[in-house]
């Protein structure tokens, strides 16, 4: 995602998110958008958990989660403004953590979730990374890397590539988040006394 924009992603409007009370599944389920798992959404709404303590830092709220063999490798929300780190994205900070824990940069085999499309710079650093399969949330049809603006991920030309893409799961509860987000910060703005 590309944090420093000052204006919300052209994101669809959505209602109340929804409990978690499905248990965990790997397999497609039937009646869900194609290729998405229960185990998707489980790990999507832990993205979405990553993404409200950036709300709280007072960074656009984008959360991720790096999974493999089941369990979490690695975690992350954006922190651009309090790292001072113009790359610390979500799932850029995840994927540093992941390269840390496990002393190597590459990360086969581990499938990062987003609540938001990644932007151009993380696309470029999870095919460096080798990440097998990417799912994020809300789509961006400003900066979005994976397809909306730009189809860099899956860009023929790569040496490697990501296997899987699967955009759009939760997609309701990631973009009203953010909708939420910068609805407080357009309201806390114009409530600001006049400077003159
Ligand atoms: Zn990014």
Redesign the pocket.
């Known amino acids: 995602?590309?944090?420093a924009e000052e204006t919300p992603p052209n994101l669809p409007l959505s209602g109340e998110g929804q409990e978690c009370t499905t248990p965990l599944d790997s397999s497609p389920d039937k009646g869900r958008p194609g290729g998405v798992s229960l185990s998707d959404e489980h790990w999507m709404r832990h993205a979405l958990t990553l993404a409200r303590n950036a709300w709280q830092q007072g960074e656009v709220p984008v959360g991720a989660v790096l999974i493999r063999d089941g369990e979490i490798l690695a975690e992350g929300w954006n922190q651009p403004i309090t790292l001072h780190d113009p790359?610390a994205?979500?799932?850029?900070l995840a994927m540093r953590a992941a390269g840390q824990t496990v002393g190597n940069y590459r990360l086969p085999g581990t499938t990062l979730y987003i609540t938001l499309e990644?932007?151009?710079?993380?696309?470029g650093a999870m095919l460096h990374a080798r990440v097998e399969r990417v799912v994020f949330g809300a789509y961006d049809p400003k900066?979005g890397?994976a397809g909306s603006a730009f189809n860099l991920l899956q860009d023929p030309r790569h040496y490697h590539k990501v296997l899987a893409v699967q955009g759009g799961v939760l997609q309701e509860e990631c973009a009203a988040l953010l909708q939420a987000f910068f609805r407080e910060r357009r309201a806390a703005a114009s409530a600001k006394p006049a400077a003159e």
């Open positions: 995602m590309n944090a790359s994205h979500a799932e850029m990644p932007c151009l710079m993380c696309v900066t890397a």
